[in-house]
């Protein structure tokens, strides 16, 4: 059984990747999360300067996933460089992943950070709880998100991964936009919200930056439905990110559009091994439905409507 | 397929029910609940509107926790303004812990300030399954040392190294603990205190073919396992989970121990020897 | 100790109230909602022509809390306006909830369907799985908002409250809208998304409308979310729904600001006396913390910050 | 407090494993699976991409499940087009159930069309519990009855009444159950068929004082308890929650019970004797 996914240009092992910001601070946490299982990592987002982000509580989980403030905490550019080196050894593809508070920024982060140590880069255009950044700045109309991928587009010859949020609407345009910015492949979706948890003890928002983006299970039908609202709107490669936990949940974002998908939160429920069992569970249904391969059921749902 | 999804973490603010200075700048706070926890794990405490930040489990036991706490900066300066009655934010336990194997015959603890606290549980347990214990501390100067009344009531043998020898032998914890290592036969030695001195203890201990296990302390953002803040260069593994609590041969296979660890943004910072 | 609420002139003995769209169907299951503690309660949704809603299945829960595409079947304004009648004699107040294609319809449906059997009426601009209505028809941005208002406001001289998307973008804006066209309230937040749920073993949408709207869990974190952000935009009452299933929910958006709550999905996890076991439970809470009643927490959140 | 959050009900997909015809209109599709279901309860059936419906389970044991289904429109003229192996959703056991106590001396059940399914499994248990049962059935003609081997096996005494005489009485199974009622000492009697020969046998109980449970069917969507298109005039209760399964005592207080029911849009159907 073939269980290796291509998107863009890059051959993944397995079809999960490790989704940014969760684990992939440094070179020694991708190789472990890689011997893992995962058919590919996301780094961190890096910015210019290096941050500090936000004071915790950065995280809490609730009933239905997680809530994240993080806000982008990172050592910089100059920092970062130096820590992400070697990647070739680490046995799968490391996909860059960086951020900026406009075009020209996202355009100086793309010449001074990437190079072919990565296998493509991830622009993220969809926080939703970092201020200057994001859906807080505007970056996931239309517009900005062609503007930006465009300004990465001429800087480097890495796949171009746009990074989008589940609260672009319509999203379908969104994902356009990228394309005709020269976009390479859509990762959808960043986490939503932003949500709130209060302490009803004191009344205080837990989340020190008060509210968070929500991943994990509460996440996860809205990215299947963006996954296959982006598949009737481009022909763009999509990978899939948000709440996939167990296999079905990517066997779902696979047959509704995704070549590949993203774990985050996942981790939290099952294991930092949440890349080898969704990757066993994915196999096994395979098995069961008599596929050799993961195109068998790539797009499944919208061939179904013809 | 189990069903793990539903887990809820989130801090449950609780009253401090009684504070009890220990040093000029370690303060005990008690809450009136227990947790379960192993000694080595720690919890994550909540100031609303200031920050959450990690600390070992001092006592869990007799429906109590205690943790003691020294006061180095923003967060736990605005907790030594806290009373009685104060609410703060509690979640865990979290992270690996301290084994001890009942076989063990005789062992070897070496505090060095607020790591004296789990040692001290760790104690406790060792010597109810009849483990001899010598338990070594060290401190610039006698008012600074932790725990002298806790550790008599244990039973351990208390070894002390005072800089200013107003207390015990004068000079090191180190050095006393590592001339221990040499006379006696320990089983197994714990250390918890500043990552310099741990880290000299710990290639003692490999020198001299002595198990060892050693708590690691890296920058903890969630203590989750997610925000990936204390993976540590080497194994890449996380303080938090597979962590703090590790064998000696395993923390001297990292890197970054006893020489460097990263900051809130990731930028790294080297250890300086200031003892 | 004194659980009642007080919304645009409203009393409620305590602060549940039975969201629109959930079982009030009927007169009769009005009165069995009141009988198991609804301060007060909605009606399902109320269009011009009767309406056989999406065929099932129309609704389906997953991990994290319910997705629904009902497609507001209803019988039309005038066998709805039958069947609601002698609400007074049900023991709390009845809320009529209207839908309609644009401001004209809005404001035929609250000539033609309302009358002092109501305690106020509740105009849904917000549902986002229903061609021609709520989101899918833009009646969430400020301008739509602020125009229906105003049409439904010269019609009626019942409270009018309106219900809004977490969807809306900000959130603050909608809101303000509102209250510019004459509102009396705001009810947030109604389903969000849409999500989609994909049968592995077929490759199909379980959803006959393949999508719809999330609500519970899910939902809750962003719903206090946008509370908050509406209780610094405007001074309108809020009534807060969305995953409200425990007393510590309803407790969450009072905090940060609604003055009561409605409940849904909670009648899937814990029943339909969820009423009563919210109000027991706030009740608690109050007790343990000494207060007299719910003014004493209401807006707690936002008072700290002064 | 209990965390009841978690809860997933999403159709499962199945194979039909078997199907078999029992009469012109009647089918019973088989599948490879259990769900512990009792009798009275009903599972949803879901036919992608054409709709889901609410059907009265047969058959729950030996690893299968069966439903016996009559064609009548659009969903079930699907059903009655797939073969073995074709695959449909399901999900269930939802509603309340027909209730047997064990000190039942003699009971009596009256199935009228496919309502004679979840009575043959209910039959089957009381007859287990050394329980006499009558069992009525009524249709228009021998060719159109339900599960004669069926209660043969079971060892129910069967008492049938079809419009032309063709096989057992001729006449209506309300006219010969309630002369039943009349002649014999029954314990119970258990009535699922169409609604307003259940109110006639069910008024007719009340009348002799027996105490008799119905299953009352409403216009399902959900199974839920949440869409309340199921709610009945009177209580207001769901019938895919309180109900289908009610005591007689409680259909004869409800407004609607053999008078009319609610479409998809909520719009009141009212029923017509058409026999
Ligand atoms: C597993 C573990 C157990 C600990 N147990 C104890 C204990 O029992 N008693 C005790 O007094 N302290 C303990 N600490 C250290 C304690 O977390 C820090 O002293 C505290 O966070 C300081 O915060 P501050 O705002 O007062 O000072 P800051 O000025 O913010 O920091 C002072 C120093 O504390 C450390 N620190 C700060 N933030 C963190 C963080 N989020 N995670 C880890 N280290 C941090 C850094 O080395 C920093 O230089 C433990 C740390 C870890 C990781
Ligand atoms: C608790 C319960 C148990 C049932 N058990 C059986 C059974 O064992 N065997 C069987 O053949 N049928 C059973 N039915 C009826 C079955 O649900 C309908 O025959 C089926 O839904 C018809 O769908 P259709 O598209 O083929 O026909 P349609 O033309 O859509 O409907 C024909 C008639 O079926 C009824 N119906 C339609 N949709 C629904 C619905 N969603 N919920 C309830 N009734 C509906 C209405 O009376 C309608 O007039 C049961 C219904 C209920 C509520
Ligand atoms: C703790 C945490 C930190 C995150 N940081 C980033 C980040 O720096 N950059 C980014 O693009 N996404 C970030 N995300 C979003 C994830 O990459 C992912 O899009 C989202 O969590 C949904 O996936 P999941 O449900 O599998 O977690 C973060 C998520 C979490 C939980
Ligand atoms: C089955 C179902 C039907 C609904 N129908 C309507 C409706 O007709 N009108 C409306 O305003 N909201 C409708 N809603 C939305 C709810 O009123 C509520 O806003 C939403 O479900 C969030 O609250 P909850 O999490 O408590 O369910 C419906 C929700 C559900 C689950
Ligand atoms: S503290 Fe976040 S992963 Fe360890
Ligand atoms: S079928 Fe939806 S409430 Fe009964």
New interface residues.
Partial sequence: MDLSANIAGLTLKNPTMLASG????????????IGHGAGACVI?SISLE????H??????????????A?GY????VD??KE?FSNLKELGSPVVASIIGKNADEFAEMAERFLSDEFAAVEAVLSCPHTPGYGTLAGQNTPENTEKITKAIRKKTDLPVFIKISP?S?PIGEVARAAEAGGADAIVAVNT???????????????L?F??GG?S???????A??CI?DIHKATKLPIIGCG?V??G?DA??MM??GASAIQI??G??????DVFKKVTD?IAE?MQRKGYNKLDG?IG??H??EE | MENPIGKIEQPISLPIKRIVRETEHIKTFFFNREFGSKPGQFMIMWIPRVNEKPFSIAYDENGELGLSIAVVGPFTEKLFTFKEGDLVGLRGPYGSWFKLKPEYKKVLMVGGGYGTAPLATLAQQAVAQGTVVDFCRGAHSKNLLLFGKRLNEIGVNKITATHDGSEGTQGSAVNLANDQIDKEQYDCVYICGPELMEKKIVVHCAEKKVLCQVSIERHMKCGFGLCGQCCIDGSGERMCKEGPVTTGEYALKQKEFGAYHRSKSGLLEYFHDDH
């Fill in positions: 969760v684990l992939g601070v440094s070179r020694a946490s991708l190789k472990n999360v961190k290096a941050r500090a982000g004071n915790a509580p950065n995280i809490i989980t609730f009933e239905a996933g997680a809530i994240n993080v905490s990172n050592p910089g920092a970062a820590e609260d609407n939503m919200g932003p949500g709130m948890v209060v302490d009803i003890q004191t009344g205080q928002p837990i020190d008060k509210m929500v994990g299970p509460a996440l996860h039908p809205i299947v439905r296959y709440g936990t167990f079905k066997i779902e047959m509704v985050g939160t981790i939290y429920y099952r294991g930092i569970e249904f059921f499944l749902t061939k179904l």
